[in-house]
């Protein structure tokens, strides 16, 4: 497993909590995403690399909130050609 417990939001860029295996993308965080309580609770975990391809190949899952606004990174193959 690639992936450690936070404690604090130390330098990642992205950010898992595991109660709900989504990963946030701490550079757009959102109110919705409560990322101090993640921590808080124990359930925040940091990627081996820090990337989303990392957390995407070990099963997470984009969280809404914050990847809604970086369609430049949440886009994955798609063709749009048509
Ligand atoms: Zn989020």
Not at 36 to 63: Q, R, Y
Not at 65 to 78: H, K, N
Request: proline residues 4%; contains cysteine; hydrophobic residues 40%.
């Amino acid at each position: 497993m690639a992936t450690i417990v936070l404690r604090k939001r130390a330098g990642v860029t992205f950010f898992g909590d595991k109660s709900n295996n989504q990963v946030h993308y701490l550079p757009n965080e959102t109110a919705q995403c409560q990322i101090d309580k993640i921590i808080e609770s124990g359930n925040s975990v940091a990627f081996f690399p820090d990337t989303l391809e990392e957390a995407h190949n070990t099963g997470w899952i984009n969280c809404p909130w914050c990847f809604v606004l970086s369609a430049d990174i949440a886009a994955c193959g798609e063709d749009s050609e048509g």
